[in-house]
């Protein structure tokens, strides 16, 4: 089994996410009681639980609750303590939790008051690039505001850097800087986006990397783990699956992921896949007449969308 890793490069902590991992990461506490202690970790803990993998994630998160909590008790006892920067850098795919796991982050950092509001405000290219000189910066500057005592993040952040040095992309990515330094404790910056890409846009700028200490890479989810999320959002819906339609299910997630390797969504693909689903068993239903507890609940394999020529 593969191991998943932390690694240091060019001043930042580069976590790689491996979703082989099974086993539960390590507890901090001795106790039932030493945990109820920590009530700030313990409030996000349920939410952490229901992720499917992502087990190196859920152990980081527990370090940089560790890591605030110490610097509370450091302060507390009179000895120095440093605000280091949190801006980040997610990698991955679609739909591998990026966006799930920025929410997280932003409650936890309002319960430890590293944040005073701990709001996501997740914005893209076209909420940031204007269409004239000195628009650009006007758009970016009225984000960050927005996002003061929270988190700014950027999907897709790779397009700003796209048009070259008389694109207003460019324009922005200074503006970003410009307030990471002189703001850089009053909201966190978090860039989002495709691996190879986002590698490409931190290399334009040599000065880019080392603004964002922590660096995270999201693995697409294997199989396995897709077939758990399915089941977990239609279990959410108060739907079941049968034995048939789980197979088909794992049918279309094996074609899918080999042939759309790039694009294929992750759990994004699975959502839509089910509620798709739902509505294929509306029509099925509407059309048999028959509408008994039982029936309403279970999603048979013909409410499975399928497409043939996904096959390999």
């Known amino acids: 089994m593969n191991e998943a890793f932390t690694t240091k490069r060019k001043g930042q902590i580069h976590v790689i996410l491996n979703q082989d991992t099974e ?11 030493e945990r109820k202690k920590h009530y700030p970790l313990e409030k996000i803990q349920k939410e952490l639980d229901h992720l499917v993998g992502l087990q190196e994630l859920k152990k980081l998160i527990k370090e940089i609750y560790a890591w605030l909590y110490i610097n509370q008790r450091r302060e507390h006892n009179g000895l120095k303590t440093e605000k280091q920067s949190l801006h980040m850098v997610f990698k991955g795919n679609p739909g591998t ?16 008051n590293v944040l005073s509001k701990g709001h996501l405000v997740e914005v893209e290219r076209g909420d940031l690039v204007g269409e004239y000189i000195g628009h650009t910066a006007h758009k970016t500057r009225e984000l960050v505001k927005k996002a003061k005592g929270g988190i700014l993040f950027i999907d897709e952040a790779y397009s700003l850097a796209r048009g070259g ?3 207003f992309g460019k324009e922005a990515i200074d503006t970003l800087v410009k307030h990471m330094e002189d703001e850089q404790h009053e909201f966190i910056l978090i860039l989002a986006g495709y691996s190879s890409e986002m590698e490409q846009f931190l290399s334009v700028n040599p000065g880019l990397p080392s603004r964002f200490p922590i660096l995270i890479s999201f693995p697409d989810y294997k199989v396995n783990e897709l077939m758990s999320i399915a089941k977990k959002m239609a279990a959410e819906r108060d739907y079941v699956l049968t034995l048939e339609a789980e197979q088909k299910i794992e049918q279309q997630l094996l074609a899918v992921k080999n042939q759309q390797y790039r694009t294929f969504s992750n759990g994004r693909y699975v959502r839509n896949l089910i509620e798709k689903a739902i509505r294929n068993q509306s029509v099925r239903l509407l059309r048999e007449g028959d509408h008994d507890k039982e029936r309403l609940i279970t999603l048979r394999p013909e409410d499975i969308p399928f497409k043939e020529n996904l096959l390999p």
């Open 23 to 33: 086993s539960e990461p390590p507890d901090f506490f001795t106790s039932e009681a």
């Open 97 to 112: 939790g990026k966006t799930t796991v920025a929410r997280l982050l932003g409650k936890l950092f309002y319960e430890m």
């Open 165 to 167: 040095e008389k694109d």
